[in-house]
């Protein structure tokens, strides 16, 4: 499975910073399901960052945690991850909004 190919756009969202200039929701989007189920983790590198407001923030650089996405796949959280890679749950429709492009 390649789980950096599957994440990279959110990955690259968080490491670059823009998930903490985006508007409110896509970043408590990016804060809850990625970083705070620890499906990224954050990696010895650091980085300095501007928040939405224009405070400097000194963050981490993030990897994705291989561990606990197989954690989740045994847990059988395959709805989540579903989600997690394609940004709407699988009952829903497409036509819906897309929060992880």
């Known amino acids: ?3 950096n190919i599957q994440f990279k756009n959110t990955l690259d969202n968080v490491n670059s910073g823009r998930w903490l200039q985006l508007e409110g929701s896509h970043g408590r989007h990016i804060a809850n399901n990625f970083l705070d189920t620890k499906v ?3 990696t010895k590198f650091s980085t300095i960052q501007k928040d939405g407001y224009g405070r400097v923030r000194h ?3 993030f990897k994705v945690n291989r561990k606990r996405i197989e954690e989740l796949n045994e847990e059988g959280e ?3 991850l ?3 890679k394609h940004g709407y749950y699988p009952e829903d429709n497409s036509e819906g909004e897309i929060i992880n492009e």
Do not use: G, N
Request: aromatic share 34%; charged share 15%.
């Open 1 to 3: 499975m390649k789980v």
């Open 78 to 80: 395959w709805d989540f």
């Open 40 to 42: 990224f983790i954050p």
């Open 59 to 61: 963050m981490p650089i």
């Open 82 to 84: 579903f989600f997690l």
